[in-house]
């Protein structure tokens, strides 16, 4: 990869060229040599300093080289590109834009770059589009956003303010989720700080799944073995995090499951 250098805001182009690997921006220069800027922009292309200028043609070939150009230079610029959404999903360079699909907003967003490899970069006119959703005016930072820059809202995909309110409609399994991808970021992300309390308690969502397998039926007929279930179950579901031994569990759920117990059995009989 290159060096840094200027760390933003940059267009995506500039950040395209300053950012990814030399050899490969070098080597999609090399093979856009045979083009007309008007042909690269046609194609969606950003120019990288060696196309021909435009004469009023499309573009320079021969007839019996043309389609070896159009292969050589379509391998290079995936391969760029390739790597520049590498770059953006990781993280090593973030995006802000202005939102203007599914509705205008005001204010620069950030762009989340895990979805990039389904996100469509357009570097002519330096827009991100994908997903439903469209950003203008991009910038590009390497590295994490100045507290400046930093967006007040979570984007792209969600658009929905998270309150009070929102928050208690979510599932068990999505707030584990949420849990289990905090932990990702904290380690992956390197402007990302560890704010959550230095232990969270799982008990209280280990009691709710197990109201929900006496309810599905799926509770095992003994506590221990109830318990060592729960244990796998909350191990699975947050991996990152330390969770409770069926042990703790079985003193947690004990008189609980007792009582569920029997009111299993006495609507069998």
Not at 35 to 62: D, K, Q, W
Not at 99 to 125: C, K, Y
């Amino acid at each position: 990869m290159n060096s840094p250098g200027p760390e933003g805001p940059l267009t995506l182009q500039a950040a395209l060229m300053t950012w990814c690997n030399p050899k490969l921006v070098e080597q999609a220069r090399r093979f856009q040599q045979p083009f007309t800027a008007a042909a690269l922009e046609l194609g969606g292309r950003p120019n990288l300093g060696l196309a021909r200028p435009n004469s009023g043609e499309i573009g320079y070939y021969r007839p019996e080289s043309y389609e070896q150009k159009i292969l050589h230079s379509e391998i290079a610029w995936r391969a760029l590109l390739a790597d520049w959404r590498r770059m953006v999903e990781t993280g090593s360079v973030k995006l802000l834009g202005s939102q203007t699909l599914p509705e205008p907003r005001a204010g620069s967003m950030h762009i989340n770059g895990e979805w990039a490899a389904d996100l469509d970069f357009d570097f002519v006119n330096n827009t991100v589009s994908g997903l439903g959703q469209r950003y203008v005016a991009v910038q590009a930072w390497y590295g994490g956003l100045p507290q400046s820059a930093a967006p007040d809202r979570r984007g792209p995909i969600e658009t929905d303010a998270i309150t009070t309110e929102s928050v208690r409609k979510l599932t068990d399994d999505e707030v584990l989720f949420l849990l289990e991808d905090y932990a990702r970021r904290v380690v992956e992300d390197p402007a990302a700080r560890l704010t959550m309390p230095a232990k969270v308690s799982f008990m209280p969502i280990v009691l709710r799944k197990l109201r929900h397998r006496f309810s599905i039926g799926e509770a095992i007929e003994t506590l221990a073995g109830e318990a060592e279930a729960l244990e796998a179950w909350i191990r699975e579901k947050a991996p990152s995090h330390q969770t409770p031994s069926a042990g703790s569990i079985e003193n947690v759920i004990r008189v609980e499951y007792r009582q569920l117990m029997a009111q299993s059995k006495a609507m069998i009989r």
